[in-house]
Nanobody, 120 residues
Framework: QVRVVESGGGLVQPGGSLRLSCAAS????????MGWYRQAPGKQRELVAT???????DYGGSVKGRFTISGNNAEDTVYLQMNSLKPEDTAIYYC??????????????WGQGTQVTVSS
C-alpha cells in the first residue's frame, strides 16, 4: 500500500504565494511520475503539473509561468511553488503518485487533498 500526504494549503491574498508539499511512503519500489491536480467547486479535476523520474515536466495551461514543480527522488517528495496566485486558482489540490510497488505491480495513488483559497 502506498500512502500520499499533502501539506501547505491555506488562505492567501491575490498576488501572493504558497508552497505545497507531497510525500509518498509505503510499499514503493520505484516512482515514475508525481504530480498535482486541482478541482474547483462544480468543475472537473484538472492537471496542474507533473514531473517524471527523468525530470520531464508538464504544466497545465493556466498555471504556466506562475507555478513551478520540483521533486526529490531520494525522498519520494514533490513540491509545487505557486506564485502570482489568482482567485481562479482556488481549489482543492491533490497529489498523485504513480510507480511500481514492492510486489512489482503498477500503482497510482492520490492524497486526501489540500485546500487553497485565494481571496482578499
Amino acid at each position: 500500500q502506498v500512502r500520499v500526504v499533502e501539506s501547505g494549503g491555506g488562505l492567501v491574498q491575490p498576488g501572493g504565494s504558497l508552497r505545497l508539499s507531497c510525500a509518498a511512503s509505503g510499499s514503493i519500489f520505484s516512482i515514475t511520475t508525481m504530480g498535482w491536480y486541482r478541482q474547483a467547486p462544480g468543475k472537473q479535476r484538472e492537471l496542474v503539473a507533473t514531473i517524471t523520474s527523468g525530470s520531464r515536466i508538464d504544466y497545465g495551461g493556466s498555471v504556466k509561468g506562475r507555478f513551478t514543480i520540483s521533486g526529490n527522488n531520494a525522498e519520494d517528495t514533490v513540491y509545487l511553488q505557486m506564485n502570482s496566485l489568482k482567485p481562479e486558482d482556488t481549489a482543492i489540490y491533490y497529489c498523485n503518485v504513480r510507480g511500481v510497488d514492492r510486489d512489482y505491480e503498477q500503482f497510482g495513488s492520490w492524497g486526501q487533498g489540500t485546500q487553497v483559497t485565494v481571496s482578499s
